[in-house]
């Protein structure tokens, strides 16, 4: 079952760049893994993927293909996927409207802290040129 999340379009725009400039086939898909973790509630990783692998469910962002391994696909219910650009830093953002702010002791005070956002750095890109093969 596909999340009820919410790809705003500065995430759209850069997962269709990272897919169309990857060298794979125009049926390629970005593959988005969410686990739990860290003060923001998230770790992720992406790559860009020939095929899906198993137990990916395909969810379509207008027309762009996204690959979801089932744990992601629980964690990204409610969550709203965006991208920021600033001089420092670049990458996506996960905000969950929902999450509790974070109460760890390096975090200041946990009543002003924005709630469950985290960001992966465009170096963390991977492509898979190795097409998958399906048992």
Do not use: Y
């Amino acid at each position: 079952m596909l999340p009820n999340w919410t790809v705003t379009p500065a995430a759209e725009k850069f997962i269709r760049r990272m897919v169309k400039f990857s060298g794979l086939p125009a049926s390629a898909g970005f593959r988005l893994t969410v686990t739990p973790g860290g003060c923001s509630g998230f770790n992720s990783e992406f790559t860009v993927e020939a095929q899906p692998a198993a137990g990916d469910e395909v969810a379509d962002v207008n027309g762009i293909r996204v690959f979801l391994p089932a744990e992601s696909r629980l964690i990204l219910n409610g969550v709203i996927v965006d991208f920021a650009d600033t001089p420092t830093k670049s990458g996506l953002t996960f905000f969950n409207p929902s999450a509790a702010p974070c109460a760890c002791s390096s975090s200041g005070d946990s009543a002003s802290t924005a709630p469950a956002m985290t960001k992966i750095e465009i170096g963390s890109i991977k492509v898979s040129s190795a097409p998958r093969t399906s048992a």
